[in-house]
Every structure is written in C-alpha cells, then in structure tokens.
C-alpha cells in the first residue's frame, strides 16, 4: 500500500452526503474547514473517506451532537468575556462550554479519567 492511500473500499456518496450534513450542523462550512478540530488528514480534507473512517465520523459527530441537545435542555449561567479577550472557539469547544459539569466529569470517569472538584 502506498504512503496516504486508504485501507479499504471508499465510502458511498450516502455516507459523504450525511458526513458533511452533520459537520455542517457542527459549523464547519466544509471538509477542508473541519480539517483540524476533526483531525482529519490531507486525503480526508479533500472528501475522500473509506467505509470505516465515515461511519466513525458520523458517530463521533452524531454524539456531540447528543450531548451538545442534553446540553440545551439543562442550561448553565455563563459569565459574558470581554469582547476585545475572545479567542477563536471551534464548534466543538462551542458545544462541551454548554455542557454540565457533572456530564462532563461522569464521561471523562468513564473513560478512565480520575475527576476532582476545584
């Protein structure tokens, strides 16, 4: 196999049509734009997944998104930042700040995190 050439059958057009829906959502205008908060390489920036690689993305992105919808029914006060300290926020950044403490703490324990009130 050559350097930077999948390992397995391409994704169906279904597949990269709900990939991009679903970053969409996320905000990301498109594959290129969700390269580095999604971690995708040079090949996977350019649309080109293979079966595996778009269902683990369409996952991953299906989940954030339930958090990010448990997240809104149980809204947390948020102290406004001085407009002139902002710093870019991605879309995932965007969605785990509106996520409660004690849901974030209780998936970083199931994944084997030890978690400490400050």
Known sequence: MA???PSGPPANAKQVKELL???NAAGHSDFRDA???MGFNQRQAAGKFTRDEADDFI??????AEI?????AVPTPVAPAP???KPKVTA???SLKSVPSEVLAAELQSRG??????
Do not use: N
Not at 59 to 64: D, I, M, R, S, V
Not at 68 to 72: I, K, L, M, W
Not at 113 to 118: A, D, K, Q, R
């Open 92 to 94: 995932a950044e965007k």
């Open 68 to 72: 990010a919808e448990a997240a809104d």
């Open 83 to 85: 407009q002139a300290m």
């Open 35 to 37: 390269r580095g908060p």
């Open 21 to 23: 829906a679903l970053l």
């Open 3 to 5: 350097f930077g050439q």
């Open 59 to 64: 996952a991953q992105l299906q989940e954030w």
């Open 113 to 118: 995190w030890v978690v400490l009130e400050p």
